[in-house]
């Protein structure tokens, strides 16, 4: 009994050495931890200041480069990385400097070939500088594409949007948003009809605008439909219910159509691949057969 209370006398007073310690010094482990976090994000902030101002010292020597060799933005290449959805202004910077030092690179990779080597070099060079603009149009032709399949989806938020009473600018905003994760492309032209609304562009240009960027007879349409509301006032819920029907009635017949074709696309791979193995398969045997009888015939 005594050593039971002798046991327990001594953990108290250890956990209340332990516990006045702490109470002297409270801020020791909070400060540590506190310095160790400031340092780390301090040492994170330094290293992204330092990736930047490298970044803008490059594209800075590039885009000197550039006025020096010659190469200039034209309105039209502008349209086009706005078409992509590149509309960063290292963007271009890395256009021209990869139509620079592309066919440089080429013609240094292509010297090394012994054979046919004039040959080579300017064909390497030629195809490296016009490589960026293949890879401009690939990049706007998939962005095209992925906004086309977004157009129902959209309407279809913005018809919801409309009847719960928000205004066409609102419910732009409101379906980008809510697009913005399986579709973004479109979520990034309707913020761009916003930003030009708020910089004062009028409305209807800013729709007019969106069709010449992305040049696809759906968006037009949208845009022509969206016009023709804002001209002669007929009620925008109406509208949109009836150009969503209308883009359904459409994408079912454009999935009918990619069906039927199917039958068509099927004939060159059954004719080149299929049905020459099945022929292998069904008459190899009797060919083999044939000629052993053949062969034992001529004996």
Same mark, same amino acid.
């Given at each position: 009994?005594?050593?039971?209370?002798?046991?327990?006398?001594?953990?108290?007073?250890?956990?209340?050495?332990?516990?006045?310690?702490?109470?002297?010094? @409270?801020?020791?482990?909070?400060?540590?931890?506190?310095?160790?976090?400031?340092?780390?994000?301090?040492?994170?902030?330094?290293?992204?200041?330092?990736?930047?101002?490298?970044? #803008?010292?490059?594209?800075?020597?590039?885009?000197?480069?550039?006025?020096?060799?010659?190469?200039?933005?034209?309105?039209?290449?502008?349209?086009?990385?706005?078409?992509?959805?590149?509309?960063?202004?290292?963007?271009?910077?890395?256009?021209?400097?990869?139509?620079?030092?592309?066919?440089?690179?080429?013609?240094?990779?292509?010297?090394?070939?012994?054979?046919?080597?004039?040959?080579?070099?300017?064909?390497?060079?030629?195809?490296?500088?016009?490589? @960026?603009?293949?890879?401009?149009?690939?990049?706007?032709?998939?962005?095209?594409?992925?906004?086309?399949?977004?157009?129902?989806?959209?309407?279809?938020?913005?018809?919801?949007?409309?009847?719960?009473?928000?205004?066409?600018? #609102?419910?732009?905003?409101?379906?980008?948003?809510?697009?913005?994760?399986?579709?973004?492309?479109?979520?990034?032209?309707?913020?761009?009809?916003?930003?030009? #609304?708020?910089?004062?562009?009028?409305?209807?240009?800013?729709?007019?605008?969106?069709?010449?960027?992305?040049?696809?007879?759906?968006?037009?349409?949208?845009?022509?439909?969206?016009?023709?509301?804002?001209?002669?006032?007929?009620?925008?819920?109406?509208?949109?219910?009836?150009?969503?029907?209308?883009?359904?009635?459409?994408?079912?017949?454009?999935?009918?159509?990619?069906?039927?074709?199917?039958?068509?696309?099927?004939?060159?791979?059954?004719?080149?691949?299929?049905?020459?193995?099945?022929?292998?398969?069904?008459?190899? @045997?009797?060919?083999?057969?044939?000629?052993?009888?053949?062969?034992?015939?001529?004996?």
């Amino acid at each position: 009994m005594n050593s039971l209370l002798l046991v327990s006398l001594g953990a108290t007073i250890f956990f209340g050495v332990v516990s006045l310690v702490l109470a002297l010094n @409270p801020g020791n482990t909070s400060a540590r931890r506190l310095r160790a976090v400031t340092a780390t994000e301090w040492a994170a902030t330094r290293r992204s200041q330092q990736r930047r101002n490298t970044q #803008q010292a490059l594209l800075r020597m590039a885009r000197q480069l550039r006025e020096r060799v010659g190469l200039s933005e034209s309105d039209r290449l502008r349209a086009r990385f706005v078409s992509a959805g590149l509309r960063t202004a290292g963007a271009m910077e890395l256009y021209f400097a990869a139509r620079m030092l592309g066919p440089v690179a080429a013609v240094i990779a292509a010297s090394f070939i012994h054979t046919n080597t004039f040959l080579w070099v300017t064909g390497s060079a030629a195809f490296a500088y016009l490589a @960026p603009d293949f890879w401009l149009d690939h990049v706007i032709k998939r962005r095209r594409e992925r906004i086309r399949r977004s157009i129902p989806d959209a309407v279809d938020l913005l018809v919801i949007c409309v009847e719960a009473g928000l205004g066409l600018d #609102q419910a732009m905003v409101r379906a980008g948003m809510e697009l913005s994760l399986s579709h973004p492309d479109i979520n990034d032209e309707f913020l761009q009809i916003n930003r030009e #609304q708020r910089a004062g562009k009028p409305r209807m240009e800013a729709w007019r605008a969106m069709a010449d960027r992305t040049a696809l007879p759906e968006v037009v349409a949208f845009t022509g439909m969206l016009v023709q509301t804002e001209r002669f006032g007929t009620p925008i819920a109406r509208a949109l219910s009836t150009f969503a029907d209308s883009l359904r009635e459409r994408r079912r017949q454009r999935a009918e159509e990619q069906a039927a074709k199917t039958t068509v696309k099927m004939i060159f791979p059954l004719v080149l691949f299929i049905f020459p193995s099945m022929f292998i398969v069904l008459l190899a @045997p009797a060919i083999l057969d044939i000629a052993q009888t053949l062969t034992g015939l001529g004996h």
